[in-house]
């Protein structure tokens, strides 16, 4: 089976950097993908990671160690808009369908 | 592109109901899947087809739920003898094959159920 876990809310300053942490447990690990979804709103893809490292993506960021089974999402530059649901999920190997975790609640305050 | 549109957005149904959603992907996408998302949680995989095949489905598919895709393009999430534990969003996502690995999957508003 799998399991995701990340904080369940992050409040951070308009301005700021915030960091979401998702860890994991899965067989067959074959990418981290990250999706934001705004209350009443539809998932949208922000970024995926299936290799070691940093992918930047304009003020958001992914990083992932596939040594540790971590990964985080970074966003620069934080706007009121910011203010979302942000889930980490795995894909696996020959499967085709993403595993989400349970979402990160970010509050983006003036 | 006009995105992947689901139909109804809202739907309230009585216990015992049949229910039927729909799902139109973004148009030369080969790859449609169903998820269930309920509150504070995250999207649940139920089943996914690439073209008219259905090629996966989560243990969470009970045999009340039916999923169809007859021509590789729409598809049709059925639900019979809804009960109170099917309340949730459903939500639909399309992907193109050979974008990634897996691929980058978009979605649809949902069609948020209400059984009373």
């Known amino acids: 089976g799998q399991s995701l876990e990340q904080p369940s809310e992050v409040t951070a300053v308009e301005g700021a950097i915030v960091q979401i942490n998702c860890t994991y447990q899965?067989?067959?690990?074959?990418?981290l993908s990250w999706y934001q979804q705004h209350d009443g709103g539809a998932p949208t893809f922000l970024s995926y990671?299936?290799?070691?490292g940093l992918e930047e993506t304009g003020r958001f960021s992914s990083f992932l160690s596939r040594s540790d089974s971590y990964g985080y999402l970074l966003l620069q530059e934080l706007q009121m808009k910011d203010s979302a649901s942000y889930f980490c999920?795995?894909?696996?190997?020959?499967?085709?369908?993403?595993?989400f975790g349970t979402g990160t609640r970010l509050t983006v305050i003036p | 592109d006009t995105g992947v549109s689901q139909n109804p957005r809202h739907k309230i149904t009585k216990r015992g109901q049949n229910v039927t959603f729909r799902c139109d992907p973004i148009?030369?996408?080969?790859?449609l899947y169903w998820y269930r998302q309920t509150l504070g949680q995250g999207p649940e995989f139920l089943t996914y087809?690439?073209?008219?095949?259905?090629?996966?489905k989560s243990r969470l598919l009970s045999d009340r739920f039916s999923a169809e895709r007859p021509k590789g393009s729409f598809s049709t999430l059925e639900i019979q003898r809804t009960e109170q534990g099917d309340s949730a969003m459903y939500l639909c996502?399309?992907?193109?094959?050979?974008?990634?690995?897996?691929?980058?999957?978009?979605f649809g508003p949902g069609t948020r159920l209400t059984v009373l």
């Open positions: 996502a399309s992907s193109l094959t050979g974008q990634g690995y897996p691929d980058t999957q978009y």
């Open positions: 899965t067989s067959g690990f074959y990418g």
């Open positions: 990671n299936a290799l070691d």
């Open positions: 999920a795995v894909g696996e190997t020959g499967a085709n369908n993403l595993f």
């Open positions: 148009s030369e996408h080969n790859r």
């Open positions: 087809f690439q073209n008219e095949a259905q090629l996966e």
